[in-house]
């Protein structure tokens, strides 16, 4: 505060301390402009929320030291860091905020991002900052064909760890949420997508997926982003798959490649031919006795099944039903044996396989699944007349 104060930002007025006149007159003009005019009403008196109240406050404290230092920026940032690691998030908010402005863009953005002379840990600030900016494609549309591999590898390396938000829900129970930021991840997807294949080898595998996969639950998702997304992840199944064929050893990958499939069923809007091709080649394998594919087959429609995704179930509710009924419900080639009691995990009186068994430990089975509530939800006609299909199928097995 005395630092604010004596940079002319705050006024001291006896005990109190309030923000600078004409600072508040033009933030409030400036937020009423942009439809972010935050005001906190308490009785006849009306305040400036507390928390744009700080951030301005911070912001001209910055950008005062920051005309200071004439382009010496270490000068700067000693200076600014005598508020302690606090200011580290108030920094990230300045950078944020200066991409909008080209003239800022220009003038030391990529010269914070670029100069070796900058202590590593203000440039990594900087690039934190960048990664979380909702104005940050500004940036990327200006400095993408310059941005070496190594730029590149950096910036997804410190999305995937950084560009996200709390989100804190009480109810039921108290729970926090990691929600994705920015526009980062829609343009680092995009300059990785147009690389060539040798550039793209040369970015680890995990970082790419973990940048489409947070993509996916990005909120404002555009269809011809996610199909990039999805194009990156069907090589990185089809890398997998072959390595499998070649290796002979399928049973190493099913896992990795169901949770690359997952990704893809989270974006199905922007893949839907590709999936409902692979679904049935799955269901197909499902039901041959090639072991070799029908492990595989197993793992998708599985996990399909134990971890359903409401926008596969919203777009397939015809496919999601059919893989239902392929896992679920027993058939020739999977005959079991009748016990001699009719009881818990006797799925087969009933013509289910063993699947639907809720004794498995790794399995919710078909008492207790997410996945027929998604489908009534999102189609429930569909899912009602499945509901009663299904439970007839169960009563006729049963009675003859």
Not at 86 to 112: A, E, G, V
Not at 193 to 203: A, N
Not at 221 to 241: F, G, S
Request: hydrophobic fraction near 35%.
């Amino acid at each position: 505060i005395k630092a604010l104060i004596s940079e002319d930002v705050l006024i001291c007025n006896d005990d109190l301390v309030r923000l600078k006149y004409d600072i508040y007159e033009d933030i409030c003009f400036e937020r009423y402009i942009d439809k972010k005019f935050d005001l906190c009403r308490n009785d006849d008196l009306v305040r400036l929320k507390y928390d744009i109240y700080e951030d301005i406050c911070f912001e001209r404290y910055i950008d005062k030291k920051f005309d200071l230092c004439r382009g010496d920026y270490n000068s700067f940032y000693n200076e600014i860091e005598k508020f302690g690691r606090s200011i580290y998030r108030r920094y990230q908010i300045w950078i944020s905020n200066k991409l909008f402005i080209l003239d800022t863009r220009q003038k030391f953005i990529y010269t914070l991002l670029n100069d070796e002379n900058i202590e590593s840990e203000w440039k990594k600030q900087t690039e934190i900052g960048i990664v979380k900016s909702n104005y940050s494609g500004l940036l990327f549309e200006e400095f993408q064909d310059i941005l070496d591999i190594q730029s590149i590898n950096e910036l997804i390396r410190i999305t995937n760890l950084y560009a996200f938000k709390m989100s804190v829900r009480h109810n039921p129970i108290f729970s926090m949420d990691l929600i994705p930021i920015g526009e980062a991840r829609k343009y680092l997807i995009e300059i990785i997508y147009d690389c060539d294949y040798d550039m793209v080898k040369s970015i680890p595998n995990s970082l790419v997926i973990q940048l489409c996969d947070d993509y996916s639950i990005c909120n404002n998702r555009e269809i011809p982003v996610e199909r990039k997304a999805c194009e990156l992840i069907i090589r990185y199944i089809d890398e997998l798959t072959n390595q499998a064929l070649d290796e002979d050893k399928f049973y190493l990958y099913y896992d990795e490649i169901a949770r690359l499939f997952l990704i893809i069923c989270k974006m199905s809007q922007a893949s839907e031919q590709w999936i409902k091709s692979y679904v049935n080649c799955m269901i197909d394998y499902y039901n041959n006795d090639d072991k070799k594919y029908k492990g595989i087959a197993k793992a998708i429609l599985k996990s399909l099944l134990q971890n359903p995704d409401p926008t596969f179930v919203s777009v397939f509710p015809d496919l999601a039903i059919k893989v239902a009924n392929t896992y679920w419900i027993k058939n020739d080639s999977n005959n079991m044996k009748r016990f001699h009691n009719i009881g818990y995990g006797n799925e087969s009186y009933f013509g289910l396989s063993n699947n639907a068994n809720l004794s498995s430990v790794d399995e919710s089975g078909v008492y207790k699944n997410t996945f027929i509530w998604y489908i009534l939800k999102y189609d429930f006609k569909k899912g009602f007349d499945w509901v009663i299909s299904l439970s007839n199928h169960c009563v006729s097995v049963l009675n003859n």
